[in-house]
């Protein structure tokens, strides 16, 4: 699994330097079955094979086919910290699957919240061809699955905020600028007045670290798919403008002596450091990301910052050790492999 390329993780696409990823999920249950919190496994089972073999026929043909209940703990905690399944899943997977695509761009999560959860990422702020990637897939797996629709209320999902039209747009982005600037409560409490909302790192439930936060709409109905994926862009499309005017500001005024210290510092941390916690790696690796944004010499490159923030989870660092770790030796393994990474080797 090691051997997985993240796509979505190249230094690509409209401010990029601001915006890791965008992403956009469609949530579909088969119409024959009860949903998943009130199905049976065998049903559950069925359903999953089903979709697996809708796959089969699309694009998806050679992608990586894995059934969750089968897999231990790490192996789903790593597919957790890469974006591909939800933690939740990774914590009890029950008669589930994931669907992966050789670069983890296009692929489907089944027997979660909901039969059937399709997603599309694109790196930076490309909100509009991750949609016409996800929305491609969902057509072809429509002539082969019944999914649960109502004329009016259009598709049917589990939770009610995802009703309509089952979509859910967010993007990755990084706000070390406007949390320096002590800007970031402010704007990230005018969301939801804009339909939007502000999850953590990994998605719903988990907490903000380093100044990375996902932006998506907060519900799927009374809007058009293409209309809730332009509210999202053009939000964070703003967020990104200011973003870049903090970060100018600060090199520019008379605190940049103090931004380049933070920023020197977080390198000459990570590059001799012999133990690392995750959520300090994360910090450091934040500043980095921000010198590098503003085209300081760091003597590396966004790439490797962007894959490091998911190699550096415990379940990278278990897998890369062939066995689980205790959080001690994790800390010695994710200081070496930062240093390995950030010295080109």
């Not at 697996?52 to 026929?57: C, E």
């Not at 599309?120 to 969902?138: I, M, S, T, Y």
């Not at 989870?313 to 897998?319: C, E, K, N, Q, R």
Request: glycine content about 8%.
């Amino acid at each position: 699994m090691l051997r997985f390329k993240m796509g979505w993780a190249k230094p690509e696409g409209p401010y990029h330097d601001v915006v890791l990823a965008s992403r956009v999920r469609l949530a579909r249950n088969l119409s024959e079955t009860l949903f998943p919190g009130r199905a049976q496994a065998a049903s559950l089972r069925r359903g999953r094979e089903a979709i697996f073999a809708a796959a089969k026929k699309t694009y998806l043909k050679n992608a990586a086919y894995f059934l969750l209940d089968e897999l231990d703990g790490e192996d789903r905690g790593f597919l957790a910290e890469r974006h591909l399944i939800s933690p939740a899943l990774a914590e009890d997977p029950g008669p589930s699957g994931v669907v992966i695509s050789p670069q983890e761009c296009l692929n489907l999560m089944v027997n979660e919240e909901d039969h059937l959860r399709l997603y599309a990422l694109a790196p930076g702020l490309n909100l509009k061809q991750a949609w016409r990637e996800a929305d491609g897939l969902d057509d072809e797996l429509s002539r082969e699955l019944p999914f649960a629709f109502h004329k009016e209320w259009g598709y049917l999902t589990t939770c009610p905020t995802n009703v309509g039209t089952g979509l859910r747009a967010s993007c990755l982005i990084h706000l070390p600028g406007l949390g320096l600037a002590n800007l970031i409560n402010k704007l990230l409490e005018s969301l939801p007045r804009a339909g939007l909302i502000a999850r953590g790192l990994y998605g719903e439930g988990t907490k903000v670290i380093g100044d990375f936060f996902q932006i998506s709409n907060a519900t799927a109905l009374g809007r058009t798919e293409e209309e809730l994926v332009q509210a999202v862009e053009r939000a964070v499309e703003e967020l990104a403008r200011r973003e870049k005017e903090a970060r100018v500001k600060l090199a520019a005024g008379a605190g940049r002596t103090k931004l380049e210290d933070s920023v020197h510092r977080a390198l000459g941390t990570l590059s001799n450091a012999r133990l690392l916690s995750f959520e300090e790696a994360c910090h450091h690796l934040s500043a980095l990301r921000l010198g590098l944004s503003l085209g300081w010499d760091m003597r590396t490159e966004l790439e490797t910052v962007n894959e490091l923030l998911i190699l550096i989870g415990p379940a990278h660092l278990d897998m890369l050790a062939g066995k689980p770790l205790s959080d001690g030796d994790r800390a010695m393994l994710r200081a070496s492999l930062v240093r390995r990474r950030l010295a080109g080797k």
